[in-house]
């Protein structure tokens, strides 16, 4: 274990050293493309131009950012969309020529002042979904591509062989070249191509170039995840942070794109060229110092990531255990977070950007593989973070040892931890009905708890294995769901209600049965089944903090808009309210973090000289999310049917959940739908939880009816044109389309509030009908 | 690169001091070519009700183990320097700094701090101002990231 105060080059982590023929690896390439580009500085936030590849053509183009562009898209995901709408049509799907695999920054990525601003936000058209994913990542990829000269790249067509982008910031010179040697799984990969890349051979050199990766695993599957390198100079290794949700890798390797390089000419405190660095500066003190203060009594990040939620989880019967079934486990001790402070290294800035000191991103030096192809060997395992030990806990697996060497494969072989987990979950479950069984698993026994099973599906499925199982099941939870009812194996509603999963993305590691709000912060999405947009747990269950249909709806408004606005901006939401200060108990809106929230007013400020209000930050937000919501409606998805969710995360599904929680149903059956406590002790436990199913589906609906109206939307979920040119939207083809829509919805019945409302209960617009469209 | 056996620090002798801040215009020449001291000293002389007390970096090196660039080292003297070639700016070792030796400098985005240099030691008309050497084992800290408190 590392201790402080080591000079850098002293450092050691054991890991296997991989010795590779550089010159012949390079002599095997061949120049496609080349695009010679003017070196210019960034002003205020922003290269002002963004990157355009086509590997179909083999053709690199350079386009101008517009005023108008960031008035109304501000940068990030907004520009991301924006470039979508460009060029995708309402008919493009994931592996589609046209498709594109976006990467973009934000005008506030690469500031170093302030913790956690190096995200870079990556989009494309999702094999899980077939509508619009967003992705926010950490590394050194989005701060050097901007540094490098562009606020976004735009990859679209597919290459005919294996090919590596480079982006070369200091020759000023973009690049698509052949890569018929190079490895494909990430932890290989993406420290040959930094080796390869870099100017000199030293570690400051290596620490100037970043990486974009995938796998073999990704080649195989639907959950391909991009992973951004960036170089640690102390463990003298690529290490790696992943934009891990709905296959972005696999869209990666579609293309035939092994690996993006991006390699700079200097790094320095101002590379941004901010409007008021001083500001900037004594903002960034200010929540540096509050970390240093308060961090260890509050999330511990700087000590074990967010691994610390485990504890907390497992307490409050949040923790998702053999596939959501249970929210706490006799054995989840084993996974709390000291189990993995004892594993992690010590005394090492551990943020994924230079100046985060809230430094997360921890890691395990020299973990020996155990299993698969790279068995024996040592190596550096970033994480786990705490979605990847919940992925964990769902499949069963209580040793932290095995945590690291599914994280370690994951990530190698390029796949997301979180569908990975869940829908092996979810099969595990399906084994345990009899449902499925070894035959139909082509011989995987994959009963809960049993990591060499999950190992082997792994490793089967990165090295192409062709059965009939792995093909249905490395697509995810919803083509393993439609091909267990088609085969007529198990009753179709348990099947559907188990299947944790929505819009075909599977769900994050948290159990939302009793939260309502979290219900709809999964549900009532855009991309899919992810605590991304809202995290309302504590509020509505634990605080009861929102208990009106209108207060949840407000909080389904608020917070899905201000997490939003981190993803235009090149941000990470977690110095937001993963520290707090010492005074925000007291303040106001505790939940909003008022200070940290005015904190981010005067960052944007400072660096590109606006005079914005928090209101305006919401208002970037609420343009680009409603935009988002609109491109998915032209897509044909994004309506009520799509923000369906699986009972599982409603309520119990089996007789068992019920009565490991019966005091609280039966509570709930009594309170809230005036059942007289005699005749509930008559009742079977069927009856009660049928009584419950309808209760919460209902409940569902009236919620999503008043979130919908809340966010200007029709009954259908569909955002109304009127409510676009608010935003300030005037595109013709989009407003054009919207009403169509509406006017198709109008006809079709679909105009109607979704709830079922008794007594004085009324929908959001006072009459079943919304009349006012 | 071995060890430093010891560290060259600062040392303050209050009962000689008569408050005339001419080591901190003398450290504001070294660090930025002005005589003006203060906020660009890195060393600061403070007035208290009979006495003066000095504040300092003491070269205990907390930052050492923060920097994500590695642009704070220990040289063979013991003393932590800022490489500010290699420095990024991030303001993490000026948050840290549990004295607040590590100063956010006011006209650049990198940090300064004492580098014993000595200039403020020559500087003083009344000797209150010396460099010591002091066994490295008696100055560096380490700070692991506890679990909890």
């Known amino acids: 274990m590392a201790h402080g105060q080591i000079p850098i080059d002293e450092y050691t982590t054991g890991n296997t050293t991989h010795t590779w023929d550089h010159a012949k690896i390079k002599a095997a390439r061949k120049r496609l493309a080349t695009h010679t580009y003017t070196k210019r500085e960034v002003q205020r936030g922003y290269a002002d131009r963004t990157l355009a590849v086509d590997l179909t053509a083999m053709k690199i183009t350079e386009k101008p950012v517009t005023d108008d562009m960031k008035r109304l898209?501000?940068?990030?995901?907004?520009?991301?969309?924006?470039?979508?709408?460009?060029?995708?049509?309402?008919?493009?799907?994931?592996d589609s020529p046209e498709n594109e695999l976006i990467i973009t920054t934000g005008p506030l990525c690469g500031i170093t002042q302030y913790p956690g601003a190096g995200k870079s936000l990556c989009l494309s058209i999702s094999p899980s979904t077939n509508t619009i994913c967003d992705c926010n990542v950490?590394?050194?990829?989005?701060?050097?591509?901007?540094?490098?000269?562009?606020?976004?790249?735009?990859?679209?067509?597919?290459?005919?062989?294996?090919?590596?982008?480079?982006?070369?910031?200091?020759?000023?010179?973009?690049?698509?070249?052949?890569?018929?040697?190079?490895?494909?799984?990430?932890?290989l990969l993406a420290e040959q191509l930094t080796y390869l890349h870099a100017s000199e051979a030293t570690e400051r050199a290596r620490q100037k170039v970043s990486i974009v990766s995938s796998g073999t695993g990704a080649e195989h599957s639907y959950w391909g995840c991009l992973n951004v390198s960036f170089y640690d100079i102390r463990r003298k290794c690529a290490r790696m942070k992943q934009a891990g949700r709905g296959g972005l890798g696999t869209i990666l390797r579609d293309k035939k794109v092994k690996g993006i390089v991006v390699k700079v000419e200097n790094v320095d405190g101002l590379g941004n060229h901010p409007a008021d660095p001083e500001k900037l500066a004594a903002v960034g003190i200010k929540i540096h110092k509050e970390i240093r203060d308060l961090d260890r009594y509050q999330c511990n990040m700087r000590a074990v990531g967010t691994g610390h939620l485990v504890e907390i989880m497992d307490a409050y019967d949040l923790l998702p255990c053999e596939n959501y079934r249970f929210g706490s486990f006799p054995k989840a001790s084993k996974l709390y977070s000291p189990k993995f402070y004892e594993l992690f290294t010590k005394i090492i800035p551990d943020g994924c950007w230079h100046g985060c000191t809230l430094a997360c991103a921890k890691t395990v030096d020299g973990y020996q593989v155990k299993t698969g192809p790279y068995k024996g060997q040592k190596a550096t395992v970033d994480g786990p973070e705490y979605e990847t030990i919940g992925a964990c806990s769902n499949m069963s697996l209580w040793d932290?040892?095995?945590?690291?060497?599914?994280?370690?494969?994951?990530?190698?072989?390029?796949?997301?931890?979180?569908?990975?987990?869940?829908?092996?979950?979810?099969?595990?479950?399906?084994?345990?009905?009899?449902?499925?069984?070894?035959?139909?698993?082509?011989?995987?026994?994959?009963?809960?708890?049993?990591?060499?099973?999950?190992?082997?599906?792994?490793?089967?499925?990165?090295?192409?294995?062709?059965?009939?199982?792995l093909s249905v099941a490395s697509k995810g939870i919803r083509r393993v769901r439609d091909w267990i009812i088609a085969n007529g194996w198990g009753p179709r509603q348990l099947v559907e209600d188990c299947g944790m999963e929505s819009k075909g993305l599977e769900y994050s590691e948290y159990v939302t049965k009793e939260s309502l709000a979290m219900q709809g912060g999964y549900g009532l999405t855009l991309k899919g089944p992810q605590h991304d947009e809202a995290w309302l747990i504590f509020m509505d269950m634990v605080n009861n903090a929102i208990p009106t249909f209108k207060d949840k709806a407000e909080a389904l408004h608020y917070f899905p808009m201000w997490r939003t606005w981190f993803g235009l901006n090149g941000l990470c939401k977690l110095p937001w309210n993963d520290i707090e200060?010492?005074?925000?108990?007291?303040?106001?809106?505790?939940?909003?973090?008022?200070?940290?929230?005015?904190?981010?007013?005067?960052?944007?400020?400072?660096?590109?000289?606006?005079?914005?209000?928090?209101?305006?930050l919401i208002l970037q937000s609420e343009r680009c999310y409603n935009w988002q919501r609109a491109m998915n409606v032209w897509m044909g998805r994004g309506q009520r049917k799509d923000d369906w969710i699986p009972y599982r995360s409603m309520g119990p599904v089996t007789e068992m959940e019920y009565v490991s929680r019966k005091d609280r149903y039966d509570a709930q059956l009594v309170d809230k739908l005036g059942i007289p406590k005699q005749e509930l002790e008559k009742l079977e436990i069927p009856k009660r939880m049928q009584r419950l199913y309808e209760y919460r589906q209902n409940q569902y609906q009236k919620l999503a009816d008043a979130v919908y109206h809340r966010r200007g939307w029709t009954p259908n979920g569909v955002p109304t044109p009127q409510k676009m040119k608010a935003l300030g939207f005037t595109d013709t083809r989009m407003l054009k389309m919207l009403q169509q829509k509406i006017d198709a919805d109008e006809k079709a019945g679909l105009n109607e509030w979704g709830g079922k409302y008794s007594g004085d209960e009324k929908p959001p617009t006072g009459v079943k009908r919304n009349t006012d469209l | 690169m071995p060890d430093a056996a010891t560290a060259k620090v600062l040392r303050f002798h209050p009962d000689r001091c008569t408050g005339c801040k001419e080591c901190e215009k003398a450290c504001s020449q070294v660090h930025f070519k002005t005589k003006e001291g203060g906020h660009f000293s890195a060393l600061t002389i403070i007035k208290t009700n009979d006495?003066?007390?000095?504040?300092?970096?003491?070269?205990?090196g907390l930052c050492l183990d923060l920097c994500p660039v590695g642009a704070l080292t220990r040289n063979k003297n013991g003393i932590v320097l800022l490489n500010t070639k290699t420095c990024v700016g991030c303001q993490a070792?000026?948050?840290?700094?549990?004295?607040?030796?590590?100063?956010?400098?006011?006209?650049r985005i990198q940090p300064f701090k004492c580098i014993s240099c000595g200039a403020c030691v020559r500087a003083c008309p009344t000797h209150a101002l010396t460099l010591e050497d002091i066994p490295l084992q008696n100055v560096r800290q380490i700070v692991y990231h506890k679990q909890g408190v």
């Open chain 1, 73 to 94: 898209f501000t940068g990030g995901r907004g520009f991301g969309l924006k470039l979508l709408w460009d060029s995708i049509k309402p008919t493009t799907r994931w």
């Open chain 1, 138 to 187: 950490g590394g050194f990829f989005g701060p050097y591509l901007k540094f490098a000269g562009f606020d976004a790249l735009e990859i679209q067509g597919k290459a005919k062989e294996d090919v590596v982008i480079v982006i070369d910031g200091e020759a000023g010179t973009v690049t698509i070249e052949t890569a018929p040697l190079e490895e494909t799984d990430s932890h």
């Open chain 1, 400 to 469: 932290p040892l095995w945590v690291l060497e599914f994280n370690f494969y994951c990530d190698t072989y390029g796949i997301d931890t979180i569908s990975t987990g869940t829908a092996i979950a979810f099969y595990m479950e399906m084994y345990e009905y009899g449902i499925l069984t070894r035959d139909r698993c082509d011989g995987l026994e994959l009963c809960f708890g049993n990591a060499d099973a999950v190992l082997e599906f792994m490793h089967r499925m990165a090295s192409g294995d062709t059965g009939t199982f």
């Open chain 1, 581 to 616: 200060p010492a005074d925000n108990a007291q303040t106001s809106e505790p939940p909003k973090v008022p200070e940290h929230v005015q904190n981010y007013v005067d960052v944007q400020n400072a660096v590109t000289g606006w005079h914005v209000t928090k209101e305006d």
């Open chain 2, 51 to 60: 006495t003066y007390q000095l504040h300092a970096c003491d070269q205990r």
């Open chain 2, 93 to 107: 070792c000026v948050a840290f700094c549990p004295i607040g030796a590590m100063r956010k400098a006011p006209t």
